[in-house]
């Protein structure tokens, strides 16, 4: 009965992620992962080959022709809320009602006004609202100034990730389940700091695909840089199940790295849509991850007690019949 209805809950097989995150003027977010190497002992995987799956068509090398998707997840994870997301990127995903995960910088929403001179600036709160409306979106804490959290002292970090979340959820009364580092910028103690100041995802900018053993609060994924052909993205989406795009800005044309075309996004768009893919919010990712970790628990008690509860150690008892007090 659990199982049927665990199974039943998982729609999503396939995810992609896209995850927009430099500032400009600031240097490229791969370059900025020193403290990454509790990474190399970490028991986290960030590839899981049986996920893996041809990656390229002999007859559509390029990828982007008719492919059936429908059991590819994407997410889309925007980063810094810039103007032009809104105001080129927003139709897009409006008419394919596809969703996204948007981390939001909380300094430059409360502001009311966009704030940075290039592209446009940022969004503003009514304009999140309306993608919250129309698309229900995910908003994510992107901390409140983007900082390099890893060189602050712990006071300042924390206000920096428990702050912003508490802003956000008063901005846009829902709760914030997921912190994007920013420029990636994590190590062990921000990580923990992410996980105790109530957040549930962590979104990462290192390379990699989404898998059962991924740590939550260190999500891997694939970004979309200027010299990203479309044809690549195409070719990793479909070459696994589940993918997380990593996404800047979306303009007519790109000039700096973090910037990718806009007639390709709308292009990998309509090819998802054809195709059928599943695109999901990273925190509706989250709650399938964790479906399926419980199918995989339920499946594991039933294979240990294949005679029943005979051998379990735990008597069950009536609580309501004992004397003894028990916290509720
Ligand atoms: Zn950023």
Redesign the pocket.
């Known amino acids: 009965m659990i199982r049927s209805m665990l199974v039943a809950m998982s729609a999503f097989s396939v995810t992609t992620l896209m995850v927009?995150?430099?500032?400009p003027g600031t240097p490229a977010a791969d370059s900025l992962q020193v403290n990454d190497s509790v990474l190399l002992t970490s028991p986290y995987r960030t590839e899981d080959r049986r996920d893996s799956l041809p990656a390229v068509d002999p007859l559509d090398p390029m990828g982007i022709d008719a492919a059936d998707l429908s059991d590819r997840t994407v997410v889309f994870t925007i980063?810094?809320a810039y103007h032009s997301i809104f105001a080129d990127a927003y139709p897009l995903f409006k008419q394919y009602r596809m969703p996204f995960t948007l981390?939001v910088?909380t300094d430059y929403v409360r502001s009311g006004e966009p704030t940075h001179a290039n592209s446009g600036g940022f969004m503003k709160r009514s304009e999140i609202q309306e993608l919250i409306d129309s698309l229900h979106i995910e908003v994510a804490s992107?901390s409140t100034s983007?900082p390099f959290l890893t060189r602050l002292d712990s006071a300042t970090a924390w206000k920096e990730i428990q702050g912003s979340k508490v802003i956000l959820e008063s901005l846009f009364g829902k709760e914030v389940m997921t912190f994007?580092y920013?420029?990636g910028d994590v190590d062990a103690r921000i990580r923990r700091m992410v996980e105790r100041a109530g957040y549930r995802i962590g979104r990462a900018v290192r390379s990699g695909t989404p898998n059962f053993w991924v740590d939550p609060y260190r999500i891997p994924m694939f970004e979309l840089r200027m010299e990203t052909r479309l044809a690549d993205v195409a070719k990793h989406i479909r070459g696994r199940k589940t993918t997380v795009l990593l996404v800047h800005q979306v303009v007519r044309e790109p000039s700096v790295f973090t910037e990718w075309s806009i007639a390709d996004f709308g292009e990998l768009l309509a090819w998802l849509d054809r195709g059928n893919a599943s695109v999901v919010t990273l925190s509706a990712l989250f709650r399938e991850w964790w479906v399926e970790k419980l199918v995989r628990f339920t499946e594991e008690v039933a294979a240990a007690y294949p005679d029943g509860r005979k051998h379990l150690l735990f008597q069950e008892v009536d609580v309501d019949a004992t004397e003894a007090a028990h916290p509720r």
């Open positions: 927009v995150q430099q500032l980063d810094d981390g910088i992107h983007h994007v920013p420029y």
